[in-house]
């Protein structure tokens, strides 16, 4: 059940998130993120200590909706190169349906120094599970894909967050690099040669 606090919550949430599309998170303030939520600051307050806490609540939520998504596209009874490619395609998916909330988790929030660490790790620690579960099928198995090591998993990640970052900041859009981060990711998590 939703109360009247949720409604609230997410309206600031959504306030930050659409400051953020339109100016950016560093431009962003606290007035910004309350007049796009159509409420006051004192609400804002009574939810989050500051505009990094916002942030934080967005990124999480965004991450979390993010990893259930990705999990659900994938058919574990597929083909292993048909799993990858669902999971590739639906990370891809969702950086294209908030790409400047993509990139901003990507360099905004480093920037925030020591106080984002531990949110940092957080977030990149529930996509290794992810990822490492999502590789850990009977199907997969089968076709001689091992499971992934945390740190392959984190060479993964790392690589696709920067290849959609570097593109949306080049203008492009995070399904231009569909392919490449299929094939690549294939390549990387696909079966030992002999």
């Given at each position: 059940?939703?109360?009247?606090?949720?409604?609230?919550?997410?309206?600031?949430?959504?306030?930050?998130?659409?400051?953020?599309?339109?100016?950016?998170?560093?431009?962003?303030?606290?007035?910004?993120?309350?007049?796009?939520?159509?409420?006051s600051r004192?609400?804002?307050?009574?939810?989050?200590?500051?505009?990094?806490?916002?942030f934080a609540?967005?990124?999480?939520?965004?991450n979390?909706?993010?990893?259930?998504?990705?999990?659900?596209?994938?058919?574990?009874?597929?083909?292993?190169?048909?799993?990858?490619?669902?999971?590739?395609?639906?990370?891809?998916?969702?950086?294209?349906?908030?790409?400047?909330?993509?990139?901003?988790?990507?360099?905004?929030?480093?920037s925030?120094?020591?106080?984002?660490?531990?949110?940092?790790?957080?977030?990149?620690?529930?996509?290794?599970?992810?990822?490492?579960?999502?590789?850990?099928?009977?199907?997969?198995?089968?076709?001689?894909?091992?499971?992934?090591?945390?740190?392959?998993?984190?060479?993964?990640?790392?690589?696709?967050?920067?290849?959609?970052?570097?593109?949306?900041e080049?203008?492009?859009?995070?399904?231009?690099i569909?392919?490449?981060?299929?094939?690549s990711?294939?390549?990387?998590?696909?079966p030992?040669?002999?």
């Amino acid at each position: 059940m939703t109360t009247v606090e949720d409604t609230f919550r997410q309206r600031l949430l959504d306030g930050l998130a659409a400051a953020i599309v339109q100016d950016g998170y560093r431009a962003t303030t606290v007035a910004d993120i309350v007049r796009r939520a159509k409420t006051s600051r004192r609400t804002f307050y009574e939810h989050f200590t500051s505009k990094e806490e916002c942030f934080a609540a967005l990124l999480t939520e965004a991450n979390a909706e993010m990893i259930r998504y990705i999990t659900a596209a994938v058919d574990p009874k597929a083909p292993w190169q048909r799993q990858i490619r669902q999971a590739v395609e639906a990370w891809i998916a969702c950086a294209e349906s908030t790409p400047a909330i993509m990139v901003s988790w990507i360099r905004d929030l480093p920037s925030l120094g020591s106080a984002s660490r531990q949110l940092q790790r957080g977030m990149m620690d529930a996509f290794i599970d992810m990822v490492q579960s999502l590789t850990d099928t009977e199907e997969l198995r089968a076709a001689g894909v091992r499971p992934v090591s945390r740190q392959e998993a984190i060479i993964l990640l790392g690589g696709l967050r920067e290849l959609i970052a570097t593109t949306v900041e080049d203008g492009g859009r995070p399904s231009d690099i569909s392919e490449v981060a299929v094939r690549s990711t294939l390549a990387l998590l696909g079966p030992a040669s002999s």
